[in-house]
Nanobody, 121 residues
Framework: VQLQASGGGLVQPGGSLRLSCAAS????????MGWYRQAPGKQRELVAT???????SYLDSVKGRFTISRDNAKNTVYLQMNSPKPEDTAVYYC????????????????WGQGTQVTVSS
């Protein structure tokens, strides 16, 4: 099982950017999916999560600007970043609570490789 994140880059304040993260491999089912971020010198923090049913939660500082969504058929989670601010600059990591195939009965946390988002004019 692998999570592959993409879509990071340089964006101007007030612009927009969409991150994607696709899970691949032998997958039985996926519960929650989410995005975390880690800025230089800071701890990793949870940005947004989405359940398999579509319920969402957000870090207070991104509410109203970021939107998390998922396509269950594609095992993919997205993070739409609107009106980003310089303080949103960080490496963004996707995460999935996932049950692999092959007879494994438990759910495990999987991480994507991280994608750099830089907000600057």
């Amino acid at each position: 099982v692998q999570l592959q994140a993409s879509g990071g880059g340089l964006v101007q304040p007030g612009g927009s950017l969409r991150l994607s993260c696709a899970a691949s491999g032998s997958i039985f089912s996926i519960n929650d999916m989410g995005w975390y971020r880690q800025a230089p010198g800071k701890q990793r923090e949870l940005v947004a999560t989405i359940t398999s049913g579509g319920s969402t939660s957000y870090l207070d500082s991104v509410k109203g600007r970021f939107t998390i969504s998922r396509d269950n058929a594609k095992n993919t989670v997205y993070l739409q970043m609107n009106s980003p601010k310089p303080e949103d600059t960080a490496v963004y990591y996707c995460n999935a609570d996932l049950r692999p195939g092959g007879g494994i009965l438990s759910y495990r946390h999987y991480w994507g490789q991280g994608t750099q988002v830089t907000v600057s004019s």
